[in-house]
């Protein structure tokens, strides 16, 4: 049923496409018969371009996580207050993104800033592509601006880093050991009282992780409060774990693949790739050059054409 899905969003989206281009042909035979002005058929040029590219960049998620939905986590760097009130910025971000492109989002865990702002967050995201549109914002974002915080009004630099992974699904099996994992459970609660659960719903599950490729060890740690319940938030933790674990062995046949193909631009995972530079007006992405001077509605969601910047010159690098 989900192939039969997916052949059938190519065929109506190409039925589309060549409808909006034979539009613009009949339009442009109006236009000679005065029956449509130049403005009409520019119209039916701007639409038919539109579903063209979004159909070109739709064709650009051709690897097989590309298809699934995501979970995204954004933690503080280091600068105190100034830069938890930027992780919060591009929480934000996010969110209106997702609420624009219909995907549906539920905060799984989060840590208040001390005085504003927010240390860390985990966000599911649910819908068709969303990992394969978001994993271009893996990557530190630096945001450059003259800070609220800071009393003698200086330009200050702050850092936040995101990391997308994908949000595997029944059909992906994940084998985890059961001797590896222990768990915690906490009380969860918000800032000033909200919300405050007064039984130990939180769970947090430690996994010993060995690298099945070079035998190194680590201990990969998930928490989730996003309900009441403690089971339900015991399966959310687990099937994050899996997307964690997944997402490693991805990150392996990435690196292999690169190590092959050694002749093309090698993109480096974790590395700075945007900068927010607001006294500039200026967004700027380091990895394909493309940058904005409309800074406010790049921080209400509209991300785009860096998504598309990223998609189409690095896809094949993949």
Request: hydrophobic share 35%; aromatic share 8%.
């Amino acid at each position: 049923m989900r192939k039969i899905k997916t052949l059938k969003m190519w065929i109506e989206k190409c039925a589309e496409v060549e409808a909006a281009v034979g539009e613009v042909g009949v339009g442009f035979d109006f236009v000679k018969e005065e029956v449509l002005t130049e403005d009409e058929l520019d119209g039916l040029y701007a639409d038919a371009l539109d579903k063209i590219e979004k159909l070109e960049l739709r064709n650009m998620l051709r690897r097989e996580e590309d298809k699934l939905s995501a979970i995204m986590k954004i933690n503080s760097g280091a600068g105190g207050t100034e830069s938890q009130d930027w992780a919060s910025m591009l929480m934000r971000m996010y969110l209106r993104w997702c609420e624009k492109h219909g995907y549906k989002t539920a905060i799984q865990h989060m840590v208040d800033g001390d005085e504003a702002g927010i240390k860390s967050v985990t966000i599911g995201i649910e819908g068709d592509f969303a990992y394969g549109y978001l994993k271009s914002e893996n990557g530190v974002h630096r945001l450059v601006r003259v800070s609220p915080y800071n009393a003698q009004g200086k330009r200050m630099t702050s850092f936040a880093s995101v990391f997308v992974s994908p949000m595997v699904d029944d059909t992906i099996e994940i084998v985890l050991d059961p001797a590896r994992i222990s768990w915690d459970t906490f009380r969860s609660g918000g800032a000033g009282g909200q919300n405050v659960n007064k039984v130990e719903s939180g769970v947090r599950v430690r996994y010993m992780y060995k690298d099945p490729y070079t035998g190194e060890e680590e201990e990969i740690l998930v928490e989730n409060t996003e309900t009441r319940d403690q089971p339900k938030n015991r399966e959310n933790a687990l099937r994050n774990l899996k997307s964690i674990l997944y997402n490693k062995e991805l990150e392996h046949r990435r690196e292999e693949q690169r190590k092959i193909e050694d002749s093309k631009k090698k993109i480096e995972w974790g590395s700075q790739i945007r900068s927010y530079v607001f006294d500039d007006r200026r967004v700027k992405d380091h990895r394909t050059n493309y940058q904005t001077s409309n800074v406010g509605a790049v921080m209400d969601g509209d991300i785009d054409d860096f998504i598309k910047a990223y998609l189409m010159e690095f896809s094949t690098d993949e």
